[in-house]
């Protein structure tokens, strides 16, 4: 019986994965960033340009949403640590997606290398 740990490493031995490092030209040359967390995670931060579509609705978001629906885009997906980005980019590329990468590490690694993120602001009561 596989176990989730399985199936991570066998997706991220399936897509490919751009190194947190490296993640801010492959940010600046995709045509969509997908965060892949759920909508608490992404309201307590993300990052800059990104979308929020939980990975449990991935494959019914992106077949009911036009501008996704094209192969050919090329898409950047992160979560918290890579492991859902990296489940996500595979589902993707057995879509027929052709030019999707996963960040290493995730929201965890690029907050840590003092990446820039959005956070939602909360509202005042004065």
Known sequence: ???????????????????VEHAPDA?????????????????????AGSINIPRGLLEFK?????ELERRDISALLYCKTGGRSALAAATMQ????????????GYDAWVTGDGAVIKASQPTFD
Request: glycine content about 8%; proline content about 2%.
């Open 27 to 47: 940010l600046r040359s995709v045509e969509v960033i997908i965060d892949v967390r759920e909508a608490d995670e992404y309201a307590a931060g993300h990052l």
């Open 94 to 105: 057995s879509m027929g997606y052709l030019h999707v990468v996963s960040m290493a590490g």
């Open 1 to 19: 019986m596989k176990t989730a740990h399985d199936l991570v490493l066998a997706a991220k031995a399936q897509c490919t994965e751009v190194a």
């Open 62 to 66: 992106l077949s009911g949403t036009p």
